[in-house]
């Protein structure tokens, strides 16, 4: 789940965080949360965002509670090190906050939160289709997406992503920072594996698209 400008960009061409998506992408990605188990966030996205996506709508959290579902979906942040600064509003969003990372120990930075300090639990990452076994096992089964671009490139490439969910906004960025990575652009799918699911004007000149990987 993206919000890129019309050129493909998920930050401005000086990099740092774009804030791109208004009140229409909003809906669609709380949408979207109301559906997971659980979300990915890398571990730069977190550091330049501060915070995780948080479903707001009374709707949707009627929904997840009559669903017998907890009001947010576990917030998994991906990191090699498994250190984040401690100051960091993530640290006190009202969610679950696990951490995937290679089995690797590193010694904690100054003003950095391990994982036994911030993280309910860890999840080892030595391949991703072992940490999403993993995941299952442990009840997080739908996830969803949330950035950076890195690792939704991985995925990708690596067959590992069902969905594509895009929220076009009415901004031209330029710059090198698109959603996908030209690095990782192999790989990432042949002509005719993705299948138009949705497309749906938003509010304030958005528009979603959604697009289902076809198995072959």
């Known amino acids: 789940m993206l919000a890129v400008s019309l050129d493909g960009r998920l930050a401005p061409a000086s990099g740092g965080a774009a804030q791109l998506g208004g009140q229409g992408d909003r809906r669609v990605l709380e949408e979207a949360l109301a559906w997971a188990d659980g979300c990915l966030i890398g571990a730069e996205t977190l550091r330049r965002h501060g915070s995780t996506c948080l479903i707001h709508g009374d709707d949707l959290l009627a929904h997840r509670r009559r669903a017998g579902r907890e009001p947010q979906p576990v917030a998994i942040a991906v990191s090699r090190s498994g250190l984040l600064p401690e100051v960091l509003p993530f640290f006190h969003q009202p969610v679950r906050r696990w951490l995937l990372q290679p089995s690797t120990e590193l010694l904690p930075a100054p003003g950095s939160r391990a994982a036994a300090g911030g993280f309910e639990r860890q999840i080892p990452l030595s391949t991703w289709s072992a940490a999403l076994a993993l995941l299952a096992a ?44 030209v690095t ?16 749906r004007a938003l509010e304030g000149e958005e528009l979603l698209v959604r697009y289902g990987r076809r198995r072959r």
């Open 138 to 181: 442990a009840g997080l089964e739908r996830l969803a997406v949330l950035g950076g671009a890195m690792l939704a490139a991985d995925l990708l490439a690596q067959g590992l992503v069902d969905e594509l969910q895009l929220t076009f906004c009415p901004q031209l960025l330029g710059g090198a920072h698109t959603w996908l990575p």
């Open 184 to 199: 990782a652009a192999g790989g990432c799918g042949l002509p005719g594996d993705w299948q138009l699911l949705e497309h």
